[in-house]
């Protein structure tokens, strides 16, 4: 991570790393993920999904179908050598603890909305431990194929409930014409692409509009 990167994820809570992982370590990990899924019944174009699971609400779906791919050594199998020397200069020489899962959201999922999402934060602004997640873009996500979307600089809010909890029912409400929409950054992009995010910025999984899979893997680097 060079300087310039380190300071962006310091001032606004994430950076970009493009091609942070080849495209080809990654071609295998999507491979294994569609044959998990096809075990099940599911094909890449998400003919076969359950009823149950499309019945569950658009963000409990991610949940259970990320469930259904088992994929041993997934941090390994994520991870680089830039992602690994960008976790290693952010720790500053902290022991770190590393845990990694899958976010699978199946295709056409309804309308691509900003309301009523589940905005959260992996990680309390009070807490004194740090923390550190990578989003691996595993295949291409498009802009409304279910990205990730975080509040860039909510890591720097005040910590106080009452303006935390102002803040969330802002989000789950924002319409056009609100100053919180230039702030809301969706981690869309290609394959190889890396999103490093402060685990305390506010981010809500989104709704999948697209015909097509979004298949994210995520490193958390604790310390």
């Known amino acids: 991570m060079s300087p310039a990167e380190r300071a962006t994820l310091e001032a606004s809570g994430f950076v970009l790393l493009r091609g942070a992982v080849p495209r080809d370590q990654l071609r295998p990990l999507r491979e294994q993920i569609y044959s998990d899924l096809s075990r099940h019944g599911i094909a890449p174009s998400g003919r076969g999904l359950p009823p149950k699971l499309r019945a569950l609400p658009p963000f409990q779906q991610i949940g259970k179908l990320s469930a259904l791919a088992q994929i041993p050594d997934l941090s390994s199998k994520l991870s680089s050598p830039r992602l ?12 770190l603890s590393i845990q990694s899962q899958l976010l699978l959201s199946p295709p056409n999922q309804g309308e691509f909305r900003l309301t009523g999402l589940n905005w ?4 309390g602004a009070s807490q ?3 923390g550190l997640q990578a989003f691996v873009l595993i295949d ?10 975080l509040l860039s600089r ?3 809010r005040p910590t106080n409930a009452e303006s935390e909890g102002e803040l969330r029912r802002a989000l789950r409400d924002v319409a056009q014409g609100s100053p919180l929409l230039s702030s809301i950054i969706g981690l869309s992009g290609q394959c190889g692409d ?7 910025v506010l981010h809500t999984p989104s709704v999948n509009a697209s015909s097509r899979f979004r298949l994210v893997g995520t490193i ?3 310390c």
């Open 84 to 95: 690994q020397e960008a976790a290693r200069v952010w720790a500053q020489g902290r022991p």
């Open 120 to 123: 959260h934060t992996d990680l």
């Open 128 to 130: 004194k431990s740090a």
């Open 140 to 149: 291409d996500v498009e802009p409304k194929g279910g990205p990730t979307l």
């Open 154 to 156: 909510s890591h720097l």
């Open 194 to 200: 890396v999103y490093l995010m402060d685990m305390r």
């Open 220 to 222: 958390r680097y604790l």
